[in-house]
């Protein structure tokens, strides 16, 4: 019976991981959204809080084995703002 509940303990803390990883990358979208409307009219730009989460993000994905984020660099703001 020990290995059943070993392997549901395992199971709940990935589906916590995978809640968690989840919950962060709704986040890390609005915070992209965010940076995006500043960009648009002209304003600087910080890409901190966005990078922030992507870190968490990716050290949840490398003990989960989830698909990690890229980091977002300026650059990258403005190659999507030229594109749209």
């Known amino acids: 019976m020990a290995v059943h509940l070993q392997i549901a303990e395992q199971v709940k803390k990935h589906r916590d991981a995978q809640k968690q990883f989840l919950a962060l990358d709704a986040s890390r979208e609005r915070a992209i959204e965010r940076v995006l409307e500043l960009a648009k009219v002209g304003k600087e730009v910080q890409i901190t809080e966005i990078n922030q989460i992507t870190e968490e993000m990716?050290?949840?994905?490398?003990?989960?084995?989830?698909?990690?984020?890229k980091l977002v660099t300026r650059q990258m703001v403005i190659n999507y703002l030229n594109i749209r």
Do not use: C, D, T, V
Not at 58 to 69: D, H, T, Y
């Open 58 to 69: 990716n050290s949840i994905a490398m003990k989960f084995q989830f698909p990690p984020r």
